[in-house]
């Protein structure tokens, strides 16, 4: 195929072919990623601009109060990363914490840094399970002994900017509805491999901004576990975390149910490690991936019916979400099938086809929502040569683990089986159908 039969190809098309056989690209990406994506955010970006005022106020009123934040830190085998953490959390801009570490029975250096620590006076509270329990376990251990108004939630291998703290709870006073507040995660180690550097300019650009438009909209869904504050009574409200995997989002939607919002803070910025490779990354979206199925169709299905907990944004929220990862990945094989016995000898005309749009759209949004973002991890100029690639990584390699995580939920509820959580804490969790 030739670049002048290529382009008479598209030239011979009209508006109602071309739509037929790119109806998944026009009717559904288009639409929702690309038109939806740019009218919410310059309605959230005219909203800030117009609630100044607002958040001045909040600020004074924040800054009036100084209200005690519990930063608690569950980890297992961290050591190497606490001293870090913890030094970078006194040098916030602000400053009234209480930093409460959990080792989740770790068998590296964790307990004699922590205890030295503790002793020190570094951090206000040491704890440790002398048996791993599991994530939601050290979590809900630390909740019991903090004494904040608002618990900040932060994985100790991240790296968190000096104004973290005060961002990611200021939000809390400009609306006193809302529960939960989501950090920024950006990746923080883009340059190590090509698989690190496909992740940033995911997260950068299809994470970070559809957190903003989710949020803009009402219907946020996952509080992210590497940097998340809770309103204390909210926590005690719903006694904090349940087993995962699928743990963040899961307070999320349970924090919903009892009334309260959930909004993102772009400004509150934490820089995590992704996975270094393909393998590592596969292995931690199929945990992800399986706790739509576990989570949002099994556990909490009651928010698609009236009843005490039935609210309209919750339930557009798991529409949303469940119609865009799960039914639209499932029409992507329709999609795969119609070209195959419809347009076989247009195949070659329709890969290329798709190749382009997609990447053309990749282009223009991470050059236009760039103008969004008020922080960058790197600059937008380094990602531009690997925006090509992210068609195969989107297109094919994700779809491709979620579909595997898809099908070994809802057919094997493979997510009881994750060595993430001890068998003991799945086992449990299993029998309780959480």
Sequence with gaps: MSVNEFFEYLQAMGFARFARVFWFFVFFELVRYVIVDF?????????????????????????????????????????KHIYKLVMSLREQTYQNIEIIVVDDGSDDDTP????????????????????????ASAANLALRFSSGKFVVHMD????????????????????????????????????????????????YDTISIGRIVTSHLGIYRVISGAFGAFKMEAMQQIQGWDIGPGLDGDITVKIRKVGYRIKFAPD??????????????AKQRLRWDKSLIRFRLRKHKDVFFP??????????SFVENITYNLILNVKWYVYVIDMVVNFPSELKFVIYTNILLYTTVNYLKFLVFSLFRRYKNAPVSYFLIYIPLMVVYFGYFLRFVRSIAYIQEIFFKKSYDDPWNPPKSSSQAKKLGI
Excluded: W
């Design 39 to 79: 009218i919410s955010l310059n309605s959230a970006f005219m909203k800030k601009r117009f609630t100044r005022s607002l958040r001045e106020e909040a600020t004074y009123r924040m800054n009036l109060e100084q209200p005690l934040v519990s930063v608690i830190i569950p980890g297992k085998n961290e050591g």
């Design 112 to 135: 004699l840094i922590g205890k030295d620590m503790e002793k020190n006076g570094f951090i206000d509270k040491f704890i440790r399970n002398e048996f791993r329990g599991g994530k």
């Design 156 to 203: 100790a291998d991240c790296s968190y900017n000096r104004d973290a703290i005060f961002e990611i709870i200021v939000p809390f006073y400009e609306d006193d509805r809302i529960g939960a507040i989501g950090g920024n995660v950006m990746v923080k180690n883009y340059k190590d491999s090509l698989v690190t550097t496909l992740q940033a300019i995911e997260y």
């Design 268 to 281: 509150a910025v934490c820089l995590t490690n992704a996975p270094n490779t393909f393998k590592k990354l």
């Design 307 to 316: 009843n005490q907990h039935f609210s309209f944004s919750s339930f557009i």
